[in-house]
């Protein structure tokens, strides 16, 4: 294990500022994890964790020691006739496992196609995209808790999954550091592709019901998203940088009574309206200033456009928020953590 200090953050977020760690070391193993954490405590240093760097905004410098999770592997673990179970590294890139459960034909997360990011975060914040949740093909999780040390295992149930939202987004933060994830995928599939322009495009490739195939739905929401969202690789990014609100039944109809085409998605506790489309009725599609902007196709996209600062970043969210708030009250939260 080969801590180093003053490293760049830049290649390891995907919105590529250009913060320092302190201290940096990248770990393969549970072992390397809890030498890394000792190696901290004894140094009185804190920790921070970071995966796929996907998920977060870099406002500072980093004085902790920063454990880049590079654990791998995709293992079957059980199966029966109609479902089988598969325990991958946290270290794994998202998208790399999807192509992976599509080559092999187990279904169930064909729809996440493309998410950055990596394994160990998608319980984190129950992603999701299209229809589907991890929550619908996650069985439980393995972590080192970051104060005994203990390697435990989490099931579904405790992890209390919301939307974009689980335990380790608030009550277990910063608790535990997850290795591996377990999930229950299917055998045959049963596709969801009623979300968005799932169907149009596929029906475009003379597809009817029913005569597509798993890597014919991914393909299709590959294509939406290269569509939309700017590639992290090219521009800095983090994806969909706010949630879609969720509004009660009273607040979605006084919404309505002011703009009746706004798009809408009934929840079981209110009505989901597109952050997207609040953005772009406020006019921010597409808006630069200076190195950074909202992206020009995708208005629920902050991006870098070149040496571009986290706290500018951070300060221009915080003024969508208060535009849409005034314009249409309703709160925004962002997806990404700022740090």
């Known amino acids: ?62 004085f902790a020691l920063v454990i880049k999770i590079n654990i791998k592997g995709i293992e079957v673990i059980k199966e029966n006739d109609a479902q089988i179970w598969v325990k991958v590294g946290a270290g794994e ?19 996440l196609s493309l998410i950055p990011g990596t394994v160990g975060a998608s319980p984190m914040q129950n992603i999701g995209a299209y229809g589907v949740e ?29 939307y974009r939202e689980s335990i380790f987004k608030n009550l ?18 049963t596709f969801n592709v009623s979300y968005g322009a799932i169907q149009s495009i596929l029906e475009a490739k003379g597809l009817a019901n029913g005569a597509y195939t798993l890597k014919d739905v991914s393909d299709a929401v590959i294509q939406i998203r290269q569509e939309k969202l700017p590639d992290p ?5 983090a994806g969909s940088f706010f949630k879609n609100p969720v509004l009660s039944v009273s607040q979605f109809e006084q919404l309505k009574d002011h703009y009746p085409l706004v798009p809408s998605y009934p929840q079981e506790n209110g009505v989901k309206v597109p952050a997207a489309w609040l953005l772009e009725k406020a006019g921010w599609k597409g808006k630069t ?46 997806e990404v953590n700022f740090i």
């Not at 990248?26 to 240093?45: C, F, G, M, P, T």
């Not at 890139?93 to 729809?111: L, M, S």
């Not at 690789?233 to 990014?237: D, H, I, P, R, S």
């Not at 992206?295 to 535009?323: M, T």
């Open 1 to 62: 294990m080969n801590i180093q200090e003053n490293i760049s953050l830049k290649p390891y977020n995907t919105f590529q500022i250009d913060k320092k760690a302190r201290f940096f070391v990248e770990v393969n193993s549970i072992e390397e994890i809890k030498e890394a954490l000792r190696a901290a405590h004894d140094q009185n240093i804190p920790v921070f964790i970071l995966g796929g760097g996907s998920n977060v905004l870099l406002t500072k410098d980093i």
């Open 93 to 111: 890139v998202w998208h790399d496992f999807v192509i992976h459960a599509i080559n092999k034909q187990w279904a169930g997360i064909e729809n």
């Open 134 to 162: 991890i929550k619908e093909v996650f069985d439980y999780l393995k972590a080192v808790h970051r104060s005994s040390l203990d390697t435990v295992t989490i099931e579904k149930e405790a992890c209390k999954f919301g």
């Open 172 to 189: 277990a933060r910063d608790q535990y550091i997850i290795t591996h994830v377990v999930y229950k995928l299917n055998k045959k599939p």
């Open 233 to 237: 690789l090219k521009l800095g990014n």
């Open 289 to 334: 200033f200076g190195n950074i902007g909202v992206h020009k196709n995708q208005p629920l996209v902050l991006v870098n456009y070149g040496d571009g600062d986290g706290a500018a970043i951070k300060a221009l969210a915080e003024k969508i928020q208060r535009d849409v708030k005034d314009r249409f009250d309703i709160d925004l939260h962002p």
